[in-house]
RNA sequence: GCUCCGAUGGUGUAGCCCGGCCAAGCAUACCGGCCUUUCAAGCCGGCGACCCGGGUCCAAAUCCCGGUCGGAGCACCA
């Protein structure tokens, strides 16, 4: 019966079937089509409210990488209420730039990211070397005093090293050793129990504590039993009650490991989610080498236009929302993907162009000489979509200089009437302009902008550590914010420096 | 090599879990047109994709198997 009514329906023609839906189930056709927008997927088992975290290294300000952790966890936050915790992972004192447990914070606040808990793991000392006496106690930590050659050969072929099959009260007593004597600890190291035979050798019996004898920041010598990073995650994943967990997939290995914790202590996992990796074309995203260009005096300093950290992109223009917008859009699945400048600045250029004050802004600029007959006046909308939103006024009379780019220049031909944007038209005659009325009469005349014989030398700084010189109609001097240079570009601009930062086009 | 991921137009994505509203949507880029005293914005139109091969099924982008390609990890970094 049923088989019948299939073949029946498969048997007709979409226009049939069409036809058939049209008759007898009109509201089926009502439905609308979905609407169509970027939504991030719905979280797993959420509950009353979410803890969630963002874990930055403190290795130097945030750049438009971190960005999208930050971002996506603020969205989970913000839709379903709770906690968002800043932790900053700072148990490698080889790996620090003290700034940034400052800078940190800022670019989060320039991103809108609400922040409601801050964490320092280098305050938690105490607590790690607590929840490793535990683990000890129950048989699954040991102290290990093998060469990393040794321990890592033996690990290779999933074999036991010597110190496994060590008591828990001899691991504890040789742990206590190891935290009050710096001498003894030299050389040794704490290991997590797991699986030896596990097909990932990184995830057999991995280290979860070892002695750096290099003065921290923050706690100087106080400590020098540092937790690796996939201890210290899994306890304060734990301790600090998150429920979801958000990361990029380079850490698909380290949830593995830190399960292990999870699972020997009992505790209840967090949901975890692994997005894809981002290729950033034309971006230099190592933190160590933006430090090395700064201190070498490459780079003027983290804000520098030429680098991709969030200092210097806010510097240059772009709005918070883009960012937001850009990893929304983005998702959260595990393929990797590029980047799309493309995409991310004609974000930014639908955000900002409502707002960006026009100017002219003439690179490569050449003299012309035009002998005005009568007094004219350029009155020029600050935005055109803005009839009331004011204007730049510049009066002419008499023979006076004014300039064009030489771009511009170049293309004029003999006897061509060419229109200088809201100011008049001139006629190209051997190599002089001469004014032809100031009526709008043809539309199908070239339009250039210019500046008045008073602008001001002005220059752009590209991110491509190039540099644009060029004239700034006077009126534009004093303004300070995004900017459109009308055919060149969108800028940021600040009162009275002299520059701006190229933004986009 | 081993382990684990993944594959939709030039790019970014939606759809995949729960097969039929998908001859695949949106954005961006590009091309054309309109509008415009900016080469911006806006409006209209166009181009362009389900990695390959099998299988299951009435029906596969969606499920299964194999292949190919790509990525990540294989640290006393985070």
Known sequence: MIREVIDEVNSKSEEEISKIIAEKFPEELARE???????????????????????????????????????????????????????????????????????????????GVNVTDNVIQSDRFPIYYEQARILMENGHMYVCSCNPEEFRKLKLQGEACPHRSQKPDENTELFRKMLSDRKFATGKTVVLKTDLHHPNPSIRDWIAFRVLLQDHPRTGNRYWVYPTMNFSVAVDDHLLGLTHVIRGKDHLNNTDKQRYIFRYNGWKEPEYYHYGLVRIPDAMLHASEMKAGIRSGKYTGWGDVRLPTILALSRRGYAP????????????????????????????????????????????????SINFPDRIVANILLHPGKKDGGARRYEFHGKTTIYVTNDDSRKFNENEIIRLKDLCNVIWHGGDAEFAGAENTRKDVKIIHWTPENSIPYEVDRPDGTVVKGLLEPLGSEYDGVAQFERFGYVRMFRGNGKAYFLHR
């Not at 169509?36 to 963002?54: K, S, W, Y």
């Not at 393929?335 to 690179?363: C, L, Q």
């Open 321 to 368: 929302e883009t960012f937001r917008r850009y990893w929304v859009e983005s998702g959260m699945r595990e393929i990797d993907s590029e980047f799309s400048w493309d995409i991310f600045n004609s974000i930014n250029r639908e955000i900002i162009d409502p707002v960006a004050s026009r100017y002219f802004f003439v690179p490569s600029p050449v003299p012309i």
């Open 33 to 111: 089509k979905k609407l169509q927008e970027h939504r991030l997927p719905d979280l797993e088992n959420v509950g009353e409210f979410v803890v969630m975290r963002m874990a930055p290294s403190p290795s130097g300000p945030l750049h438009i990488g971190h960005s999208r952790m930050a971002i996506l966890n603020d969205e989970y936050v913000k839709r379903y209420g709770g906690h968002l915790i800043l932790r900053i992972e700072d148990t490698n004192p080889k790996n620090i730039d003290p700034e940034s447990y400052s800078m940190i914070p800022q670019d989060l606040k320039f991103l």
